[in-house]
């Protein structure tokens, strides 16, 4: 046996334990709505408030593969952060990160880079869209106007 002391041991441990850093919570994806193409989630401890723009996290289920043209993959599910400006009724969408299987998992098969503020491009969110349900969200008290079927995904 090697002759470790109980404190060099404790230490050690301690040491290792530091070294995992903080634990990463998981991600909660509540159901937004669904299409006839897909199922829509935000990730609601991503809302972010900016005096009148809100940003969150939105993950799209596709029930079909989508193809991604620029690099001729296919896809099956899109995170997306999207901006709204909550009183003009305006969106853009900032990053986009596309994955080869449902809920945000499998290969990154396609991005796209952030975009500073300045360049995001605003466009009228058409009502009674699942876009429009999107900015309710971000923009309300946290619920869409009619609750979704779909369930809520722990990642």
Request: glycine letters at 8%; one cysteine or more; hydrophobic letters at 45%.
């Amino acid at each position: 046996m090697f002759p470790i002391s109980m404190p060099r041991l404790l230490v050690a441990f301690l040491a290792a334990f530091c070294m995992l850093g903080p634990a990463r919570a998981a991600q909660e994806w509540v159901p937004v709505g669904e299409t006839d193409e897909l199922q829509d989630y935000v990730d609601a401890s991503s809302i972010v408030r900016e005096g009148g723009r809100v940003s969150a996290w939105f993950l799209d289920n596709f029930f079909q593969a989508q193809m991604w043209p620029a690099q001729g993959k296919s896809y099956y599910s899109r995170k997306s952060r999207v901006h709204f400006d909550c009183e003009a009724g305006l969106f853009a969408v900032d990053e986009v990160v596309l994955f080869s299987k449902r809920d945000g998992q499998g290969r990154v098969v396609g991005k796209t880079p952030a975009k500073p503020a300045p360049e995001l491009s605003f466009e009228g969110v058409p009502e009674g869209s699942l876009l429009a349900d999107m900015m309710d969200i971000a923009c309300g008290d946290g619920e869409a106007d009619e609750p979704s079927p779909a369930p809520t995904i722990r990642i």
